[in-house]
């Protein structure tokens, strides 16, 4: 398994996956608006995208926003999206991804690399978990739908 950051080649191949991870999360199939959004992402190079590849097939990715915090003056990373292709589930794949987005975010003098899931997304509550993530019990998170 390669595990390496996304560029424009990959663009055919990532906009099947962020489709099939939107169709995970209850989204409509939409592989044209899906390869729109990658395609943007890469362009503006606003978001850090981290791919697996196992010879021609891209088995997962995730996807890396970044922010900041204010109070310590230091950059954080957003880790937004992750997705597996089913065949390479239960394969360290997406442990593969999260690790290298730790890496990524150490390299880049980050202070924190954050994530939220579903309440009802055990096995990946589970993974992040096992890979040190806490579950914060300091602040609650709201959010205003526009």
Same mark, same amino acid.
């Given at each position: ?46 978001? *850090? ?7 021609? $097939? ?12 204010? *109070? ?11 997705? *597996? ?10 442990? $593969? ?20 899931? $579903? ?5 990946? $509550? ?21």
């Amino acid at each position: 398994m390669k595990i390496r950051l996304a560029d424009s080649k990959d663009l055919s191949q990532l906009s099947i996956l962020l489709n099939q991870y939107r169709v995970f999360y209850e989204q409509s199939s939409d592989v044209e608006r899906a390869t729109a959004f990658i395609k943007e992402r890469l362009e503006n190079q606003d978001s *850090v995208i981290i791919t697996a590849i196992d010879g021609e $097939q891209m088995a997962g990715f995730t996807q890396l926003y970044p922010s900041f915090s204010s *109070v310590s003056m230091k950059p954080i990373w957003i880790l937004n999206d992750l997705f *597996v292709i089913e065949s390479y589930r239960r394969k360290n794949v997406a442990k $593969q991804l999260m690790e290298a987005a730790k890496e990524h975010a150490r390299k880049t003098g980050a202070i924190r690399l954050s994530l939220a899931t $579903q309440f009802s997304n055990s096995p990946a $509550q589970k993974l992040y978990e096992a890979m040190g993530y806490k579950k914060d019990d300091t602040f609650y998170h709201y959010n205003l739908s526009i």
